[in-house]
């Protein structure tokens, strides 16, 4: 029972640090430029794409022996465009205007490369609750990652969070002027650059 404790807790916090995969593996970096202008988008992406790589290694692991070898891409892909399509209706069913917003990239998880390296390297391997784990906290250390960054674009770029205001009106009349270049394209690129480079500095300790 320990040995399977150890490895579930090495499965789930090895994406959160040592393995994170947009700060370690840099995977993932498209749609992490791409929705991270603001903070609710980030956090929108990050559950679907945790809620689909998380349900995508379950099933996968659950099937793995049943697939022939040769076609195991084509299932894998069949599965998570069935996951994308279910969240990409959930959200426009509820939640209209931040699906306006991420556009095609909800379509685009199904070619994330965090979401088919994950099936490919664990779930075809291991277990259905070792899977569900990894692709959750592969899904949480992507998400993590959106989170900071859209925090701080919206903050430095806006004075608020999640639409509503931070930065007291008194600070502006003061003088304070919000950093536009924090909408720009240009800048979630620069962000997740500072990130990875404190990530690597303070937090994360290379496997010698």
Known sequence: MSLISNKLKEVFLSPLNILNPVLVQVLGICSALAVTSQLKPSLVMGIAVTVITAFSNLIISIIRKTVPTRIRIVVQLVVVAALVTIVSQVLKAYAYDVSVELSVYVGLIITNCILMGRLEA?????????????GFANGLGYGMILVIVGAMREFFGRGSLLGYQIIPQGAYDAGYINNGTMAMPAMALIMIGCVIWIHRAYFYKEEK
């Open 122 to 134: 664990f779930a075809m391997q291991n277990r259905p609750w070792h899977s569900f784990v990894d």
